[in-house]
């Protein structure tokens, strides 16, 4: 089974409301990466969240950890047309040498 | 400085036929990632590669698949006797470091090479 899981698998929301997406994981981490991926391209990396760091701020971007729960969220502020994307969470598993993606949530803001 | 290239960005084969996807990391970038995705999924992890060194092809298929990264050029992912299953995105990234470990960055992905066999 996937490493990282995200929640919801899709989500639609007007634009201006907040997106909020949440990734779990099974193992333990070094670290958290969130990425973007627009139709048809290449991933963009959004934001990274160290194991011993609770909470990131980046611009609109909110990222949230516990490593209690093995769980993250992303959370889009005031959302636009534009954030329209797939979001996958990435996990750098302790021991291993490699991120390990999950499934992606699909994200559609409605204008 | 440029981003992550991959070529070919769309690659038709007939099944029995070889696919070579070619990827040029970052300038100064050491470490090289390469991953599958199929159509609404996620990204595969198939094989992590260093300057003429493979070091963790867990992901990668025993049979068909290869993946080199020479000390001069590209980095090349082969797939011999193409299948149908075989069908898919193909995307590089690389790293400056080791992606995952504890002192970890960022991965930087290419624009992805979609083949697609009949």
């Known amino acids: 089974s996937q490493q990282g899981e995200e929640d919801p698998q899709a989500l639609s929301i007007q634009e201006g409301e907040n997106a909020t997406m949440n990734c779990s994981y099974k193992?333990?981490?070094?670290?958290l990466q969130w990425y973007r991926q627009n139709s048809g391209r290449g991933l963009v990396h959004l934001i990274l969240?160290?194991?011993?760091?609770r909470e990131k701020h980046s611009g609109r971007l909110r990222v949230t950890l516990d490593t209690s729960k093995k769980s993250s969220s992303l959370l889009i502020t005031a959302s636009r047309a534009a954030d329209t994307a797939s979001y996958f969470c990435a996990t750098g598993i302790q021991g291993a040498q490699k991120l390990v993606f999950g499934q992606g949530t699909r994200l559609t803001i409605n204008p | 400085n440029a981003g992550v290239m991959q070529n070919p960005r769309h690659l038709v084969r007939r099944r029995g036929q070889e696919a070579r996807l070619r990827c040029s990391p970052m300038k100064g970038h050491s470490h090289v990632y390469w991953y599958r995705q199929l159509p609404e999924e996620g990204l595969k992890f198939m094989v992590y590669?260093?300057?003429?060194?493979?070091?963790?092809e867990s992901g990668m298929p025993k049979e068909r698949f290869s993946a080199e990264f020479p000390k001069e050029g590209p980095s090349i992912l082969r797939i011999q006797q193409v299948v149908r299953g075989d069908s898919a995105a193909y995307f590089c990234?690389?790293?400056?470091?080791?992606?995952?470990?504890?002192?970890?960055?960022?991965?930087?992905f290419g624009e992805g090479s979609r083949l697609t066999v009949l």
């Open positions: 193992t333990s981490i070094n670290n």
């Open positions: 990234a690389s790293s400056p470091r080791l992606a995952g470990g504890t002192n970890t960055g960022e991965l930087f």
């Open positions: 969240i160290r194991s011993n760091e």
């Open positions: 590669l260093q300057k003429e060194n493979i070091i963790d």
